[in-house]
């Protein structure tokens, strides 16, 4: 017998449609059950690939007696987190504020107008460790409900009080270099001096993080053994590419298995970037097998990019990826003892042989995979087409561009304003996330390609962008629509492992302002940065990508045109080089053909003397050196 959300899209809710537990999606239909029958709703949100999401609903979700109190006395909602980014955030800051942490699964006690009350994350189904079992916790929260509702009532008024006033307001003070310097010194003074990365276990990626430190030459040496621990660990899949979303060590060697696509997407042009900056064949090596490995295993049909391939296999966690020592001997740092419940997670040895990873791989293949969550999310593919459209472009692989280009197109035409895709069936209104990953991803696949289509692409998002999420008082981005579905408007200053979609916009408007010299995109995204000005002062561990958008306003960008006929050998001085600050031109291209499109609008372009020789123009303020066409003063003047 299926619930309520038998007739979803999404993987997530789909594995919970025949539990026993009467899920109803998030949604009006909900909220009216709820206050029809005066009922709290129980608010469950977590994700496909979350390990400790299918311990929970093994234990108690599918578990008769369970589900039945959860079915008498609440009115039990499901959400995927990455469906509704937007809920997630509202409620994982209602759970922080209750608990002092967060995590998923995660468990929220509403009322029927979806105020949080009560909050934490897994509960077991037997009382272990000092947790209460979870049927105990929904009898006193239904008891609470019944004798000490206003109670209740009043902490939830608290807890919104709490999420209101956690985005700060922008300030007067200054925007000023010494908050970068300030910062990278902040950041730095967590890293380990020998394994890498930042903190103890367990250790993230942290790839906004590695980002704005690639912009400080203090940050080479922790940047550049952060870069290559991970690279050579058991975090980073050493047969088929990729990295897995944490290390639960302080070694990188044992990772919690799940892969996610912005994971994946970010670390990809972090390396790329790195590459550019450093030269190392490691990281160029890591970026291309980082994206193949999503070209292989991760590409929707219609051109897409899918969500994430699960931790589990066959019902056990990391299965898919472990190696006895015969299998693997000697390669691979592998032992007979192993590294992992007497199993081996494979860590990388320079002199691995190509035969021996090729053999394994196949091998591999022969296992059952982990579950995938198959579903195209606008905002996660906005993030894997700029790495594509980046990669392509430094590296020369024409491929990786014709993939940014393709999937770039499946958004743009298969989910037009839309978050999510799968099955056929395209739905919920895109949100900031998606208009800003999208505009910087199709502004890197205009650098890319010269077609004037993503330009125009980029331009279009982020007016809607401000058009629908821009705060015309305070300054800043919400996540959400002013008509949404949520009991309060946020807007995400703080980051996670995705970046800030306020700081991606406020960093975009700042290059589209130039290249267009407009004010109306470059004014929001300085204004924006105010907003972030007491985290990037207090917290820059949790506001990297702000602090790169900072970077880039307090910096003179580089304004570089290309005219005439396009030169690969000029083009190469600017995509080979670590550059970020900067904004590219050249006579705009027609997809599909070399034919030039429009320059209009294009104020790096106005003025530039066109000729049937290949040229190069580098400006600071619209104020230009001498044209070049040879590739060695070019570089030069780029220095």
């Given at each position: 017998?299926?619930?309520?959300?038998?007739?979803?899209?999404?993987?997530?809710?789909?594995?919970?449609?025949?539990?026993?537990?009467?899920?109803?999606?998030?949604?009006?239909?909900?909220?009216?059950?709820?206050?029809?029958?005066?009922?709290?709703?129980?608010?469950?949100?977590?994700?496909?690939?979350?390990?400790?999401?299918?311990?929970?609903?093994?234990?108690?979700?599918?578990?008769?007696?369970?589900?039945?109190?959860?079915?008498?006395?609440?009115?039990?909602?499901?959400?995927?987190?990455?469906?509704?980014?937007?809920?997630?955030?509202?409620?994982?800051?209602?759970?922080?504020?209750?608990?002092?942490?967060?995590?998923?699964?995660?468990?929220?006690?509403?009322?029927?107008?979806?105020?949080?009350?009560?909050?934490?994350?897994?509960?077991?189904?037997?009382?272990?460790?000092g947790m209460p079992s979870f049927r105990r916790v929904l009898e006193q929260v239904s008891e609470l409900w019944r004798t000490r509702r206003s109670d209740l009532l009043a902490q939830g008024q608290r807890v919104l009080?709490?999420?209101?006033?956690?985005?700060?307001?922008?300030?007067?003070?200054?925007?000023?270099?010494?908050?970068?310097?300030?910062?990278?010194?902040?950041?730095?003074?967590?890293?380990?001096?020998?394994?890498?990365?930042?903190?103890?276990?367990?250790?993230?990626?942290?790839?906004?993080?590695?980002?704005?430190?690639?912009?400080?030459?203090?940050?080479?040496?922790?940047?550049?053994?952060?870069?290559?621990?991970?690279?050579?660990?058991?975090?980073?899949?050493?047969?088929?590419?990729?990295?897995?979303?944490?290390?639960?060590?302080?070694?990188?060697?044992?990772?919690?298995?799940?892969?996610?696509?912005?994971?994946?997407?970010?670390?990809?042009?972090?390396?790329?970037?790195?590459?550019?900056?450093?030269?190392?064949?490691?990281?160029?090596?890591?970026?291309?097998?980082?994206?193949?490995?999503?070209?292989?295993?991760?590409?929707?049909?219609?051109?897409?990019?899918?969500?994430?391939?699960?931790?589990?296999?066959?019902?056990?966690?990391?299965?898919?990826?472990?190696?006895?020592?015969?299998?693997?001997?000697?390669?691979?740092?592998?032992?007979?003892?192993?590294?992992?419940?007497?199993?081996?997670?494979?860590?990388?040895?320079?002199?691995?042989?190509?035969?021996?990873?090729?053999?394994?791989?196949?091998?591999?293949?022969?296992?059952?995979?982990?579950?995938?969550?198959?579903?195209?999310?606008?905002?996660?593919?906005?993030?894997?087409?700029?790495?594509?459209?980046?990669?392509?472009?430094?590296?020369?692989?024409?491929?990786?561009?014709?993939?940014?280009?393709?999937?770039?197109?499946?958004?743009?035409?298969?989910?037009?304003?839309?978050?999510?895709?799968?099955?056929?069936?395209?739905?919920?209104?895109?949100?900031?996330?998606?208009?800003?990953?999208?505009?910087?991803?199709?502004?890197?696949?205009?650098?890319?390609?010269?077609?004037?289509?993503?330009?125009?692409?980029?331009?279009?998002?982020?007016?809607?962008?401000?058009?629908?999420?821009?705060?015309?008082?305070?300054?800043?981005?919400?996540?959400?629509?002013?008509?949404?579905?949520?009991?309060?408007?946020?807007?995400?200053?703080?980051?996670?492992?995705?970046p800030s979609p306020g700081a991606v916009l406020a960093l975009v408007l700042q290059r589209l302002g130039l290249l267009l010299d407009s004010e109306t995109f470059k004014k929001p995204g300085v204004d924006a940065l105010?907003?972030?000005?007491?985290?990037?002062?207090?917290?820059?561990?949790?506001?990297?990508?702000?602090?790169?958008?900072?970077?880039?306003?307090?910096?003179?960008?580089?304004?570089?045109?290309?005219?005439?006929?396009?030169?690969?050998?000029?083009?190469?001085?600017?995509?080979?080089?670590?550059?970020?600050?900067?904004?590219?031109?050249?006579?705009?291209?027609?997809?599909?053909?070399?034919?030039?499109?429009?320059?209009?609008?294009?104020?790096?372009?106005?003025?530039?003397?066109?000729?049937?020789?290949?040229?190069?123009?580098?400006?600071?303020?619209?104020?230009?050196?001498?044209?070049?066409?040879?590739?060695?003063?070019?570089?030069?003047?780029?220095?």
């Amino acid at each position: 017998m299926a619930n309520q959300l038998i007739d979803e899209t999404s993987p997530y809710l789909l594995q919970h449609a025949h539990n026993p537990v009467d899920w109803h999606p998030w949604g009006e239909a909900a909220f009216a059950k709820a206050t029809a029958e005066d009922k709290p709703l129980l608010l469950s949100i977590g994700y496909a690939a979350c390990h400790w999401c299918h311990v929970m609903e093994r234990e108690s979700f599918e578990d008769e007696a369970i589900a039945s109190v959860m079915n008498e006395y609440f009115v039990p909602v499901k959400v995927d987190r990455e469906e509704r980014p937007d809920v997630d955030a509202v409620y994982m800051s209602a759970t922080q504020a209750l608990t002092g942490q967060g995590g998923w699964p995660m468990t929220v006690f509403c009322t029927p107008g979806g105020m949080p009350f009560l909050a934490g994350t897994y509960f077991p189904p037997e009382e272990r460790q000092g947790m209460p079992s979870f049927r105990r916790v929904l009898e006193q929260v239904s008891e609470l409900w019944r004798t000490r509702r206003s109670d209740l009532l009043a902490q939830g008024q608290r807890v919104l009080q709490a999420i209101e006033q956690g985005t700060p307001k922008p300030t007067n003070e200054p925007l000023q270099s010494g908050l970068l310097a300030a910062a990278a010194s902040e950041i730095l003074s967590s890293h380990d001096a020998v394994n890498g990365g930042f903190g103890s276990a367990p250790k993230f990626p942290q790839a906004p993080v590695l980002e704005f430190l690639l912009r400080r030459a203090s940050a080479r040496d922790a940047l550049e053994l952060t870069l290559r621990k991970m690279a050579l660990g058991g975090i980073y899949d050493q047969l088929g590419g990729g990295f897995a979303r944490y290390a639960v060590d302080a070694t990188w060697t044992v990772p919690h298995f799940e892969k996610m696509l912005y994971d994946n997407a970010q670390l990809a042009r972090v390396y790329t970037h790195a590459w550019q900056a450093y030269k190392d064949p490691l990281y160029k090596r890591i970026a291309i097998e980082t994206l193949e490995y999503l070209l292989r295993d991760m590409c929707d049909e219609g051109g897409g990019f899918h969500s994430s391939e699960d931790a589990d296999s066959e019902g056990e966690e990391g299965k898919f990826y472990l190696w006895d020592y015969n299998d693997v001997a000697p390669h691979y740092g592998v032992t007979p003892e192993g590294n992992f419940e007497g199993k081996n997670i494979l860590v990388a040895e320079e002199s691995v042989p190509d035969e021996t990873r090729a053999r394994l791989l196949a091998k591999r293949n022969e296992r059952v995979r982990p579950g995938k969550d198959d579903k195209v999310l606008a905002s996660w593919n906005g993030l894997a087409i700029a790495a594509f459209a980046e990669a392509g472009a430094a590296f020369g692989r024409n491929d990786f561009v014709i993939a940014a280009r393709e999937a770039a197109t499946f958004v743009r035409d298969t989910m037009p304003g839309l978050h999510a895709y799968r099955a056929g069936k395209a739905h919920i209104d895109a949100l900031l996330e998606d208009h800003a990953y999208m505009a910087d991803a199709a502004f890197a696949l205009w650098e890319a390609t010269f077609e004037r289509e993503w330009l125009d692409l980029a331009s279009a998002l982020a007016r809607n962008a401000i058009d629908l999420f821009a705060d015309t008082k305070d300054g800043g981005f919400f996540a959400g629509r002013a008509d949404g579905d949520l009991i309060v408007r946020q807007k995400e200053i703080v980051e996670s492992a995705t970046p800030s979609p306020g700081a991606v916009l406020a960093l975009v408007l700042q290059r589209l302002g130039l290249l267009l010299d407009s004010e109306t995109f470059k004014k929001p995204g300085v204004d924006a940065l105010r907003l972030a000005h007491i985290y990037m002062d207090r917290a820059p561990h949790a506001v990297p990508t702000w602090l790169c958008a900072l970077d880039f306003y307090l910096s003179t960008p580089k304004e570089i045109a290309f005219t005439g006929p396009l030169d690969k050998s000029l083009l190469a001085v600017v995509r080979e080089r670590f550059l970020p600050n900067k904004v590219v031109a050249a006579t705009p291209q027609r997809s599909g053909g070399d034919r030039p499109g429009e320059a209009d609008g294009i104020a790096l372009l106005q003025d530039k003397p066109s000729t049937d020789e290949a040229q190069a123009f580098v400006c600071e303020h619209f104020v230009c050196k001498a044209p070049t066409s040879d590739p060695n003063e070019l570089s030069k003047q780029l220095a």
